[in-house]
């Protein structure tokens, strides 16, 4: 809450519309998207292949553009949220560099803002994800599970105030994924970034995420907006509780009807 009693704003989108135009055809990406959230919390974007959500988080980190319509996260246009460094991404492929070792892959966002990397918070960060061991590994020598944990860690380096994750766990067996669940929203609490993850998982999204925002596909529209009123810290014994199933069998019902 600002001073004023009004809760700052976290993600703010209104009308935000993507067209692909190919030689056959125009493809309706993205179409009249409005959502809100307040600052610090998470977010997640729920639908199924090809609705545009990778599409929607893109163009919040001013890696595409639209085709009409406006966002800010966190007060920040964003050209601005990119040029200033002021969030982290982590996508499915996690893009880590092979030739760097782990703690010079979680490093990197230092270089690319060229700032000084802050040794001591990158030290920091490998022990949050569990991987001061791996410190001089290279990326080939991990695990799937550990080099998404390289790139949440990466993501997190600059301390951003606005975190965007793409699938950032789909490749994982339920196992890690869900321990990795628990480890994220240990690591969003702490930073209180402003959120945004794209995921197929409805679990995943109903255990993480303040708001979830169901998509449908061509053209990419959000269904709703579900409000996760459950307390935090979650834990994964709520995963069975009745409260949790009735916000998955909704999820689950907007997505597949
Ligand atoms: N650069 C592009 N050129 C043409 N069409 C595109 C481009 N990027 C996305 N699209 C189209 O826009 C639509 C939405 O794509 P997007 O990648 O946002 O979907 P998604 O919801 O992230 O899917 P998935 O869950 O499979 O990752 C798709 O029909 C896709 O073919
Ligand atoms: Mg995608």
Known sequence: ??????????????????????????????????????????????GPSGCGKS?????????????SGEATVN??????????HAYGIAFQDHALL???????????PFEIAGLPVDKEWVTELLHLVRLEQFAKARPWQLSG?????????????????????DEPFGALDDVTRQRLNVEL????????ATTVMVTHGVQEAVFLSDKVAVMSPRPG??????????????????TTSPEFHSYV?????????
């Open 1 to 46: 809450m600002t001073a004023s009693g009004m809760t700052a704003s976290g993600v703010h989108i209104r009308g935000l519309t993507r067209h692909f135009a190919t030689r056959r055809e125009t493809v309706v990406a993205v179409d009249g998207v409005d959502l809100d959230t307040p600052r610090g919390s998470f977010l997640s974007l729920l």
């Open 55 to 67: 599409t929607v988080l893109r163009m919040l980190a001013g890696l595409d553009t639209p085709t």
């Open 145 to 165: 599970g550990m080099r998404q944990r390289v790139a949440i860690a990466r993501a997190l380096a600059l301390r951003p105030g606005v975190l965007f994750l």
């Open 221 to 238: 529209r959000i269904k709703e907006v579900i409000d996760i009123d459950l307390p935090r810290p979650r834990t994964l014994e709520m």
């Open 98 to 108: 092979p030739w760097r070792t782990v703690e010079r892959n979680i490093a990197f």
């Open 249 to 257: 069998d909704r999820a689950s019902a907007l997505l597949f009807h």
């Open 185 to 192: 929203q240990r690591l969003w609490s702490e930073q209180q």
């Open 75 to 84: 007060d920040l246009a964003p050209a601005a949220l990119r040029r200033t």
